[in-house]
């Protein structure tokens, strides 16, 4: 592979300057009354210049997390995605607190930049409603992980796509800033062989290298990094890769359940499978376990997916 090697820590630690969001003034034109707080990121360049979906959401669950009452912190959130982001203009996330209870706090946060039209004040790009909670003590169950191979004898993005000069290929191998290792065949380039008949999906998933980062900033993370790879049991069932030709997806919706909150720094196994694809849209269905084979967290997400001419 062609291009500037990268630095693992520096694009790591890109990360957690992205998810950052700073504080700015509330602007009046748009606050409601339950506004309380407005914050502003920036946009990590992507190929083909759009804005990935799991940083918008990442920042979201930043932005939110800085308005609710100490020790309170995420077990829900749902996203909506309205629109394609621009990344030439900064995202500004006006934060709506609909309730604080004994133990809960509930949240809503809209995206949004600035219209493409003089008409056009303000576009909205994503809108997320959030739920935390205090920790708390109760019944427990939970399903394991199944078993898998350990990340570490199995092939890093940069290693499967070695020797491939495309500014895709060299934007996942080497600036991509979580680790993503396939337990079952990685399909950037080809389908996977057997199709139908692999209905489930696992990768191992980390920081690329070790961040320092508050609590907040790793369930921002376990965001960013859940909306990598939803579409790939989709393809998988479909018989197709992320080069079919003709290929066009989009999130639609998306949304986490923590069940317990983990380290992003260590390796997480994300067990995915596609239930249904119909009307142009597909859905997948996640569950993230840790090292130990505790169930972390459960992910859902719908797209937009078609295929140009196929028949």
Known sequence: MTGTPCDPAAVAAGLIDLLDVRE??????????ATVAAYEADSSPQPGGHVFGGQVMGQAVAAVGRTVPEGRRIHSMYSYFLAPGDPRHPIRFQVDALRDGNSFSVRRVLATQPGRTPEEAERTILAMTASFQEQQDGLEHQERAPDAPDPEGLPTT?????????PVAR?????????????TDPIYLRPDPASDAADTQMVWMRTLAPV?????????????????TPFEPILRRQGLSWMTPGLR????????WWHRHVDANEWLLYVQRSPSAAGGRGLTH?????RAGDLVATVTQEGMIRVKDRT
């Open 24 to 33: 700015i003034v509330v602007d009046p034109a748009f606050a409601t009354p």
């Open 158 to 166: 940069a290693q499967v796509l070695d020797g491939i000069d495309h």
């Open 171 to 183: 934007y996942w191998a080497t600036q991509r800033p979580i680790d993503i290792r396939h337990v």
């Open 212 to 228: 320092e980062a508050d609590p907040l900033l790793h369930d921002a993370i376990l965001a960013f990094a859940s909306d990598y």
């Open 249 to 256: 997806m989009a999130t639609i919706d998306h949304a986490i």
């Open 286 to 290: 996640g569950q993230v376990f840790d």
